[in-house]
Structures are given as C-alpha cells and as structure tokens.
C-alpha cells in the first residue's frame, strides 16, 4: 500500500508544525514549501481549512484516504461525539499504540515492526498496523525480536512521558491498551471539528 514517503521537512513546512518528527526547517525556513512559499497568500476558504486539518492528521497517523473515510465513518456511527471517538479509533491503532509505549521512535517505524511480525497482539504474531485494539488487549515485542538494536534503542530513549490509557511492563516488553483516551490526553493539536464540518458537506 502507498505510503507518503518523500521529504518530512516539506509537510512540516505545508502546515506550520513538525507534525512527522523534529524539523530544523521550521527554524530555518519559516514559511510555505514551493516556489510561491515565501510570497503573500490570499486568506483560505473556509473548505480549505478544513481540508488541510484532515490531510495533516492523515499525515501524523500514516492513513490514506479510503482507511481515513472508513474510519471516520465508523466513528459517525457509534454514540457521542464523532471528532473524538474518530482520534480515539486513530489513537487504538496497532502502530500508533506501538510508536506510543516507545517501542519504536517513530509511526513509520512502528508500521516497519508490525509488518515485519516483531510484535505480538495478546501472545499472537500480529502483522497488521491498522489493526484496532480493544481495552484489555497486551501488546508485546516477539520474543526472536527482543534483541533487536532499533527496538532496544528506542526503548532505551524512551521518555519519562507516560500516556494514561496505556501500560507498560519493562520486564517483559509488555504494554496493555487499557481504555480508549478522552480527548484531552492526546497531545496533538488537532482541531477535529473542521473535519467533521468537511464530511458533512
């Protein structure tokens, strides 16, 4: 499946914030990519906005298109409210739960794992990174993996930043997703309303 693969540094650029990892070219070149970047631009419409929300939270979470749609349509279909539960379902990913217990520095990274059969769902070789936990579910680094220099590097710069509706047993290489999170735990900034306005068109 296609993933966007090229410079991160231009789509931090696109919107203003390191949304794929740390940019120096944030600092250096603090406007727009592109030949017109640093020229005067005529204040965006409303549709564009919204629009641009969307792309960049299918850029921090590594989704494309049809996946995005699927999952916010089945986050329209479940009771409360829709731009919530659609990041909370983006935030019970398989690769982003693995990226956020700091067994992989980054989402990209933490796809690579799930791909490559490193981690482990419940006790079972899990190889889907769209996959979605449930409350309860344990997360684990397969055993022939354990010794792996990406994962032990990773870990071994892991931050002291914990996230509330996650576990994790060093011991083992062992972390349980324990509830979906409320909106206010997840750190991005992400304005979820523009993109519910957008589907709703």
């Not at 659609?86 to 990274?109: H, K, M």
């Not at 047993?169 to 509830?179: A, C």
Request: glycine content about 8%; hydrophobic content about 35%.
């Amino acid at each position: 499946m296609a993933r966007y693969t090229g410079p991160k540094s231009k789509i931090s650029r696109r919107f203003g914030e390191a949304i794929l990892g740390p940019s120096k070219a944030l600092t250096k070149k603090n406007y727009g990519p592109g030949q017109h970047g640093r020229g005067r631009r005529r204040k965006p419409s409303e549709y564009a906005v919204q629009l641009a929300e969307k792309q960049k939270v299918k850029y921090i979470y590594g989704v494309l298109e049809r996946q995005f749609a699927k999952t916010f349509d089945k986050a329209a279909r479940r009771q409360g409210i829709t731009g919530e539960i659609l990041l909370q379902l983006l935030e019970a990913r398989l690769d982003n739960t693995v990226y956020r217990l700091g067994i992989a520095p980054t989402r990209r990274a933490a796809r690579q794992l799930v791909s490559h059969k490193h981690i482990t769902v419940n006790g079972e070789i899990a190889n889907i990174p769209s996959m979605e936990l449930r409350p309860g579910d344990i997360i684990g680094v397969r055993e022939k993996s354990k010794s792996l220099e990406v994962i032990a590097n990773s870990l071994g710069a892991r931050s002291s930043k914990r996230y509330p509706w996650l576990e994790w047993e060093t011991s083992t290489l062992q972390g349980k997703f324990v509830t979906y999170p409320e909106r206010d735990q997840i750190p991005e900034k992400i304005q979820e309303q523009l993109i519910v306005e957008l589907y709703s068109k």
